[in-house]
């Protein structure tokens, strides 16, 4: 198993971040948060340590980070479809994790998952 870090780039309250990760799943403690200051040209690191209430949550799933939505909270789907299907919400001021169902997916169980977030599917143009 590849346990190499991957990084992925975030909107962090207005400026450039980024999450620094390995494969995340139920026994994972942490992650860097970095984000950039434009003026000093220089990257500040955070380190999170994700809620007690992690491994309750996500359990053995391995799970990656899509990105960042508002100011607070960091989404993170799994990488190949369950049934029933969730992505997970890490809100990152209060520390807490939820977990949402995703219906509607279908019964492709194993299938890779491409999850994105901020999407507004227009079906006018499909018709």
């Known amino acids: 198993m590849n346990k190499a870090p991957s990084s992925t ?7 450039l971040g980024g999450i620094r990760h390995g494969f995340i799943e139920g026994g994972v403690a942490g992650y ?3 984000d950039l200051d434009i003026e000093k040209e220089d990257w500040s ?3 999170h340590i994700l809620p007690p209430m992690w491994k309750q949550v996500v359990g053995e ?10 100011t ?3 989404v993170f789907s799994p990488f190949v479809k ?3 299907f969730y992505i997970f919400h890490l809100n990152i001021e209060r520390n807490s994790i939820t977990r949402v ?4 997916t279908g019964p492709l169980e194993g299938q890779q998952v491409y999850t ?4 507004i599917e227009n079906v006018k143009l499909i018709m």
Do not use: A, C, D, Q
């Open 116 to 119: 994105f977030i901020n999407h």
């Open 72 to 74: 607070s909270e960091v």
């Open 9 to 15: 780039l975030i909107n962090y309250n207005g400026k």
């Open 101 to 104: 169902e995703i219906k509607g």
């Open 82 to 84: 369950s049934n029933p």
């Open 61 to 70: 799933t391995r799970v990656y980070v899509v990105g960042m939505i508002g």
């Open 45 to 47: 690191r955070h380190m």
């Open 32 to 34: 860097e948060l970095w």
